[in-house]
Nanobody, 126 residues
Framework: QVQLVESGGGSVQAGGSLRLSCVAS????????MTWFRQGPGKEREFVSA????????TYSDLAAGRFTIARDRAKNTAYLDLNSLKPEDTAVYYC???????????????????WGQGTQVTVSS
């Protein structure tokens, strides 16, 4: 079991930036992927970005590409999501999740993940 704690959310104006952090504890994360999802008001939770903890290989959804950057600090057991050029439609609760995906399981799918944080609210005003 991995415990995840997100932080860094807040309220910003459109065009602003935030850095979200996700601190993991409970076990070593070799072979794990750390992923950010978000859920906007009245919307389903959606994939944002993921990073393989060991290799640092990243992947982004279309909504994140070019504006958001995912990274991890292995010494701190922490994943980050830098949100830039924020838009009102980025308003959502952002969740960190992690798991060692079974073969064939998509890292873009919620059901792949056994460990979730509590979420951090990001609000972007126009």
């Amino acid at each position: 079991q991995v415990q995840l704690v997100e932080s860094g959310g807040g309220s910003v104006q459109a065009g602003g930036s935030l850095r979200l952090s996700c601190v993991a504890s409970g076990r070593a994360l070799n072979g794990y992927v750390m992923t950010w999802f978000r859920q906007g008001p009245g919307k389903e939770r959606e994939f944002v970005s993921a990073i393989w903890y060991s290799s640092g290989v990243t992947t982004y959804s279309d909504l994140a590409a070019g504006r958001f950057t995912i990274a991890r600090d292995r010494a701190k057991n922490t994943a980050y999501l830098d949100l830039n050029s924020l838009k009102p439609e980025d308003t959502a609760v952002y969740y960190c999740a992690t798991s060692a995906p079974a073969p064939g399981n998509s890292i873009r799918t919620e059901s792949t993940y056994a460990n979730w944080g509590q979420g951090t609210q990001v609000t972007v005003s126009s």
